[in-house]
């Protein structure tokens, strides 16, 4: 008779693998998730006081609204993850990671850092208390703090493989914004390589290639979008990238086609917005009010289910709509969330609106690094040498210019030629 006992464990099932992601803050294919939801709202209609179970639906509801765009999960989730709080209202970690997610998932950072700050607070020696935590103080513009919080967390026990995982990326992500992107590349490349789900592997592989996007260098980029897509083919933010890469390359039919399919898997503003821009650049004005009505829809649709879009939104209105009332939308953004992007969006607002003096405040703020970070952007030097051409500051605008094409000469398919255009007008040349 065969030897059973050195019979390898049995995989775990769909229900098991979201579950461990879902524990662990880590991405999750959706059919697993179907399977998690499923088996934990059975479950509950018979034990309605397993505050554990509450908190794994609310965390699936939560990740299921991201992974498919559809806000009307993050309401769910919320109410699972209150009645968690209310069956288990001391320690608990995995509600209140949770409400911390979703916060981070309608981008309401502020309530993210509450959230956070109470689950790391309650277990500051588990480690998935944390990566919720940096998200919302990047998402605040806090780097110092986000620094912090990873030192904190790298210093506990990595455990499993899934945790090292989302250390790693966890660590890209402050690198990235420190501007330290040969070190945010290395701990993602790392990552990628320790991640066994497709999901999660893919999730790390989208993260190379908007770093490689950062750089200039579409083609890099490109071949991490379409190893990703490998891993997992539904993923709609690796789609998205490929069709911001193939669009830096000249290749804009293949851009389009990957655009529409990533908006079919998640219309979310922001690809509904980059599409409209890749078509306006093309010439094909209709396609882009089309696309540009798209991103108002899917707002509004967010808002529906608590999601704050101000900032694309206002990034949206400032140029290609009513860029008096983008400044009034970004102020109150930015009074919430003092980030480095609000700033940038802000100050492009008010330039639009012809308030250049206050505008090149704000510009100056974003490509300062607001509260600590350092990442240069190449759309935020853009914004700054366009506005410093307009107060007569030549030289500045010259500097700016100069730079954003440098950072990233294939920033914007719609505004990379306005910045050559401008360059040339202030006697400075691309590449100098």
């Not at 509950?44 to 505050?51: E, K």
Request: aromatic letters at 6%; charged letters at 25%.
């Amino acid at each position: 008779m065969p030897d059973k006992s050195h019979r390898a464990p049995p995989s775990p099932g769909p229900v098991a693998r979201a579950a461990t992601a879902v524990g662990a803050g880590a991405p999750a294919s959706l059919p697993d998730l179907v399977a998690l939801i499923r088996d934990r709202e059975a479950h509950l209609r018979g034990h309605p006081g397993d505050a554990r179970s509450w908190a794994e639906l609310g965390a699936a509801y939560v990740e299921r609204g991201e992974r498919t765009a559809e806000p009307r999960y993050f309401p769910k989730a919320e109410a699972a993850l209150r009645t968690s709080l209310k069956r288990a209202p001391k320690k608990n970690t995995e509600a209140l990671r949770g409400l911390a997610s979703l916060a981070n998932a309608r981008h309401d950072y502020r309530a993210a850092r509450k959230w956070g700050e109470a689950a790391v607070a309650g277990s500051p020696k588990r480690w998935t208390a944390y990566p919720a935590l940096i998200d919302a103080y990047r998402g605040v513009g806090d780097h110092k703090a986000a620094r912090k919080a990873l030192d904190r967390l790298v210093a506990l026990p990595s455990g499993s493989p899934a945790a090292r995982v989302r250390v790693l990326t966890a660590a890209g992500a402050v690198y990235r914004d420190r501007g330290w992107r040969e070190d945010a590349a290395a701990a993602l490349s790392d990552a990628a390589a320790l991640a066994s789900a497709p999901a999660e592997r893919a999730d790390c592989l989208v993260r190379i290639g908007e770093l490689a996007g950062e750089r200039g260098e579409p083609a890099e980029a490109l071949r991490a979008y379409e190893a990703a897509l490998r891993a997992e083919p539904g993923e709609h933010a690796a789609r998205a990238g490929q069709g911001r890469a193939l669009a830096a390359l000249g290749r804009h039919s293949e851009a389009l086609r990957a655009y529409q399919a990533a908006l079919a898997t998640r219309p979310l503003p922001q690809y509904a917005l980059e599409l409209g821009e890749l078509y306006e650049s093309l010439g094909l004005d209709g396609a882009a009010r089309a696309q540009y009505d798209v991103v108002r829809a899917r707002v509004r649709e967010g808002g529906a289910g608590g999601v704050g879009e101000e900032l694309v939104l206002g990034v949206f209105e400032a140029d290609h709509g009513d860029a008096g009332a983008a400044v009034r939308r970004l102020r109150r953004e930015w009074a919430r969330h003092p980030s480095a992007a609000v700033a940038d969006a802000l100050g492009w607002a008010l330039h639009r609106a012809g308030q250049d003096k206050e505008a090149l405040v704000f510009a100056t703020r974003a490509t300062d690094r607001v509260r600590g970070g350092s990442a240069r952007v190449a759309l935020y030097s853009f914004h700054r040498g366009v506005i410093e051409r307009e107060v007569g500051d030549v030289g500045g605008a010259r500097r700016h210019l100069g730079e954003a094409l440098r950072i990233d000469p294939f920033f914007s398919p719609l505004f990379v030629p306005v910045a050559l255009e401008a360059l040339e007008g202030v006697g400075g040349t691309a590449g100098v």
